[in-house]
């Protein structure tokens, strides 16, 4: 069975091009596709991270990626061709980490 994207993995991405305030440039994204997805499909989702954090923001959540103070941002969230992603895994998220992320995209995209 070929290599995959894994849920929660933290690899770099090729995010370029951008139309307006998306975040740009090659950076670390946030895989939240479930893995059965990730095998089957030639797209991931994926959160971006960013250096500039914005603790007061409740769509971030602040992580440590690689040794750095991290936030990903959640209301950045996307689909993107498994080819955007270049390089191997740097980081993984913790099961806390996963825990949260799920939670701040459940308040985002939930029903009031």
Not at 78 to 87: A, D, E, F, P, Y
Not at 89 to 94: A, G, H, I, P
Request: positive net charge; charged residues 30%; proline residues 6%.
């Amino acid at each position: 069975m070929p290599n995959f994207p894994k849920r929660y993995e933290i690899r770099h991405a090729n995010l370029n091009p951008t139309i307006g305030s998306e975040i740009r440039k090659v950076r670390p994204v946030v895989i939240v596709s479930k893995d059965d997805l990730n095998r089957l499909l030639d797209t991931v989702v994926v959160c971006p991270l960013t250096s500039s954090l914005h603790p007061r923001w409740r769509t971030r959540l602040q992580i440590k990626c690689a040794g750095r103070d991290s936030e990903i941002a959640v209301d950045q969230i996307r689909t993107m061709s498994k080819q955007r992603l270049v390089g191997q895994v740097l980081d993984r998220l913790s099961s806390d980490e996963a825990a949260q992320l799920r939670g701040v995209i459940g308040k985002m995209y939930a029903e009031p």
